[in-house]
């Protein structure tokens, strides 16, 4: 996927931005879950994973406090955020929602 951050989050498609940084634990641990959300749910959602020492403007933006934190956006308009680790379960929930 390539393009600015907004057009990126304007897409039908739902994006979720993975707000991470290189330090974080848990952050290494959560690619893995949102790389088989991906795979499962073939082509209905876009993982697009931001770092948030590299990018401190997005990081005001959006409020990033703590990482990982999951942001999902449908038509430029954030649907849904979550802080923290997530369970694949409830990752393809949040997905199916805002479908």
Known sequence: MTGTFEELIASSTPVI???????CVPCKKITPILSQLVDELDEEVSIIKIDIDKNPVLRK???????PTLIAFKNGKQKWR???MITLAK???????IW
Do not use: L
């Open 82 to 84: 979550h802080t923290g």
């Open 17 to 23: 931005i993975d707000f991470s940084a290189e330090w």
């Open 61 to 67: 933006k959006y409020n990033i406090t703590a990482v």
């Open 91 to 97: 990752a393809k929930q949040a997905v199916r929602s």
